[in-house]
C-alpha cells in the first residue's frame, strides 16, 4: 500500500490523490481534522478527490476501513498557483 508521491504536491484547492493497494476493496482517507473520503480499490489501484480550505501541509493517512489498521501515511502539500 503506497501513495503516488506526485500527487502529495499540488497547486489545486481540490487535489486528487492516488496510490495502490493489495488485498483491500475499499480504503478510508483520513485529513486529520478537514475530512474523510472513501476510495474503491480496483485492479490495485485507487484515486480520491479532496476538499481543503487553503494551501499549506496536511496529516493525511489511509485506513482500512474494516479493521482500523493504518496502511500508510504522509503529507499532502498544497501550494498556491502562481
Wanted: no cysteine.
Amino acid at each position: 500500500m503506497y501513495f503516488d508521491q506526485s500527487s502529495l504536491t499540488t497547486g489545486f484547492a481540490d487535489p486528487t490523490i492516488t496510490g495502490s493497494a493489495t488485498n483491500i476493496s475499499q480504503i478510508e482517507i483520513d485529513l486529520k481534522g478537514y475530512a474523510r473520503v472513501y476510495a474503491t480499490v480496483s485492479n490495485g489501484r485507487w484515486s480520491a478527490s479532496l476538499p481543503f480550505p487553503a494551501s499549506g501541509s496536511y496529516s493525511i493517512r489511509v485506513v482500512d476501513p474494516n479493521a482500523g489498521n493504518v496502511l500508510t501515511q504522509g503529507m499532502l502539500t498544497i501550494t498556491p498557483r502562481q
